[in-house]
């Protein structure tokens, strides 16, 4: 690799690293930004004016924050998806029947992205929304993704991300993993119990490819105290299975 390419690309991954400092806060100033990351400021400065000049972060009172423009890239990258335009109606279909939150989520990078939700009338209010990150292992989508993807998958992951506990109830090891994602299997969809939001329990059903690897998943979730007994047990886990072959048969026919 020539010596321009080299900074060429550490160039853009400082100003990825400085791009990811800013997403974590509302705002930060250049002196905040240069002590965290243990950059000279000058070097921040200019790597904050660059990205202001192209349009992806704002000044606002002295301090900076990322602008609207990533909004336009991600709304086009998810919009330029035939999941996303398949799996919405019948996202929003499962908000109608249930009354709650449904969800459509995609494994990148190890890590679930959350592409689409829609909330029915009794949806409770959480901390996601597109474009929001979670641990696969935690989620009841996360699980359903995994259950279908290769063993090499699986342990590639696990490597990167570990399994970080997220409440009391999350599964932390690898053995009880593999034994969840083997129910999963089993009973075609998978449980989160609580394990990422304590009182939160969701049911997610797998999106497969004719090959039979998932390549996304629909859930909803809801409050322990609705998300009990045969509406936990049976009825939800159908009406989300029912969505997502769907889903599957549109993505494959249409």
């Known amino acids: 690799m020539g010596t321009n390419m080299a900074n060429t690309i550490g160039a853009l991954g400082t100003s990825l ?18 002590t965290e990351l243990g950059l000279p400021k000058s070097t921040v400065y200019s790597h904050l004016r660059t990205l202001r000049e192209h349009e992806y972060v704002v000044q606002r009172d002295g301090k ?16 330029r998806m035939p999941l996303y335009e398949v799996a919405k109606p019948e996202v929003n279909g499962l908000a109608e029947q249930t009354g709650e939150l449904a969800n459509l989520l995609v ?24 474009g929001m990150r979670v641990k696969l292992h935690c989620t009841s989508l996360g699980k359903a993704i995994l259950a279908y993807l290769s063993e090499k998958r699986v342990d590639e992951i696990i490597e990167r991300w570990g399994l970080p506990a997220q409440t ?7 053995e009880a993993l593999e034994e969840e ?11 989160d119990k609580g394990e990422r939001l304590s009182g939160l ?3 997610a059903a797998p999106i497969k490819n004719p090959d039979g690897h998932a390549i996304g998943a629909v859930s909803v979730s809801g409050p322990t105290s609705r998300m009990k007994g045969e509406r936990f047990e049976s009825v939800v886990p159908e009406q989300v299975m029912s969505a997502a072959n769907v889903i599957e048969l549109n993505l494959t026919y249409s």
């Not at 924050?65 to 991600?74: E, N, P």
């Not at 890590?111 to 009794?122: C, D, I, M, T």
């Not at 009391?168 to 690898?174: E, P």
């Open 168 to 174: 009391a109830t999350t599964i932390t090891s690898r």
């Open 107 to 130: 494994e990148e990078h190890g890590e679930g992205v959350y592409l689409f939700r829609s909330k029915g009338e009794q949806a409770v209010s959480l901390d996601t929304h597109a």
């Open 181 to 191: 994602l083997a129910a999963v299997r089993e009973r075609g969809y998978a449980y």
């Open 64 to 79: 900076y924050c990322i602008g609207l423009k990533f909004l336009s890239l991600g709304e086009h990258t998810r919009d």
């Open 17 to 34: 690293e400085i791009l990811e400092a800013l997403k974590e806060r509302e705002s930060a100033g250049v002196t905040e930004l240069a």
């Open 201 to 203: 329990r969701c049911i």
